[in-house]
């Protein structure tokens, strides 16, 4: 009898579901790895605010590390919040990395998961001499922009300037609204560009970077004021410029970075929608840089949706909450369903490696979603990795 309820029992265990369907869970909870392929640029991209997208890209960039030296991790994020986390990076002080997060505060981004995935980060670059230790590069345009208009003002043009005047007559006044923002901003980026050599003189050393978020915060206020179908296209061409920006100063072709991004930034062609997203921009002209993108795909796993992205008459079901747990943005589900899912869903674990090349996976079957005619999976990315079951991730604080 005991031997009759022993198999039953490790029956139900072995049929349970992992957190990640392909790869077997090491003694360190950790998940096994071939070797890694090489490239300059390794993605991986997430569906926000799902616990597990953190435990994911802090083990795949200990081990893409491990094997060929990481030199930069390119964030989906602006410059203030990155200059926050370099800032942490080098000092180790807790206080900068609440300034970072004190910047994204409300979003998809604002968790406990992510900001231990810092403090993973952290950890790891310690044990690496200081000048073999990666930096942050921020390439999203400025959201969050107050907080780098505050910048602007308190720190980075007065530290430059005696008399800021020239630059900052009027932009004590009140801007309260993000018309505000891009009608001040737009007269004062093509102002700079008009006078450059003034603001060079005025500027020095601080010059480029002053431009670069004035023109940032133009293009996030810009991008605001579209209509809504234009905004992915708009926003990814110009993080497009962002990444040439930094290109031209850290050589991405001579280097190793690793991205947690957004799925669809990592797609590296152009999709049914004509949109071409960041990492499709590098690959259609940046031909000396290579890009591997890791893509998640999820069934039955919660996300943390902040309530200010569901329409506005939608919004008496969920009352005062900021954030709301749900499982409608899972891949198996109608709102972001990917038709292959079902593929993936009846492998087991074993006998597949962490993760699955799309290669193994029938041509027929559709990973993308948006899928362009003419394109297979691997013109999008080159692995997968499903999430099963996972928590979605829980917000730094109840309120704010």
Request: charged share 20%; net charge positive.
């Amino acid at each position: 009898m005991k031997l009759i309820r022993s198999i039953i029992f490790l029956t139900i265990l072995c049929c349970q579901n992992s957190t990640y369907l392909f790869g077997q869970l090491s003694s360190e909870n950790r998940l096994i790895q071939n070797s890694i392929p090489k490239s300059n640029i390794y993605w991986l991209g997430e569906g926000h605010a799902t616990a597990s997208n953190y435990d994911i890209a802090f083990d795949l960039y200990c081990k893409i590390d491990s094997a060929v030296g990481v030199d930069y991790i390119l964030l989906e994020s602006n410059y203030l919040r990155t200059h926050y986390l370099n800032k942490y990076l080098k000092s180790g002080d807790s206080n900068l990395l609440d300034l970072a997060f004190s910047t994204s505060v409300g979003t998809f981004g604002w968790t406990k998961e992510h900001k231990a995935y810092y403090e993973n980060v952290y950890a790891h670059e310690q044990k690496k001499t200081k000048e073999n230790r990666i930096q942050f590069v921020g390439i999203d345009i400025e959201h969050g922009y107050w907080h780098t208009h505050k910048f602007l003002i308190d720190s980075l043009i007065p530290s430059t300037i005696s008399d800021s005047n020239r630059i900052i007559s009027q932009i004590r006044q009140p801007l309260r609204y993000s018309k505000d923002f891009f009608n001040y901003y737009t007269k004062l980026y093509d102002d700079v560009i008009q006078n450059e050599v003034a603001y060079k003189s005025m500027l020095g050393g601080q010059f480029e970077v002053t431009k670069y978020l004035i023109k940032n915060i133009y293009n996030i206020t810009y991008c605001q004021s579209l209509p809504d179908n234009l905004w992915d296209v708009t926003r990814d061409s110009l993080i497009y410029e962002n990444f040439k920006y930094y290109n031209e100063r850290l050589q991405f072709k001579d280097k190793v970075s690793f991205g947690l991004w957004g799925t669809d930034h990592i797609f590296q062609a152009t999709t049914k929608k004509g949109i071409t997203y960041i990492a499709a921009h590098i690959k259609n002209t940046e031909t000396e840089i290579s890009q591997i993108g890791y893509r998640m795909l999820y069934t039955k796993s919660s996300f943390n949706m902040p309530t200010f992205f569901v329409p506005n008459f939608a919004r008496w079901i969920f009352g005062e909450k900021h954030y709301f747990k749900t499982k409608a943005l899972n891949n198996d589900r109608i709102w972001s369903k990917v038709s292959g899912i079902s593929f993936l869903k009846k492998r087991k674990n074993i006998g597949f490696n962490y993760p699955l090349s799309v290669d193994s996976i029938p041509q027929k079957i559709d990973l993308v979603g948006n899928r362009k005619k003419g394109y297979q999976n691997r013109d999008y990315f080159q692995y997968i990795i499903l999430v099963r079951n996972s928590p979605a991730c829980t917000p730094l604080k109840n309120q704010f």
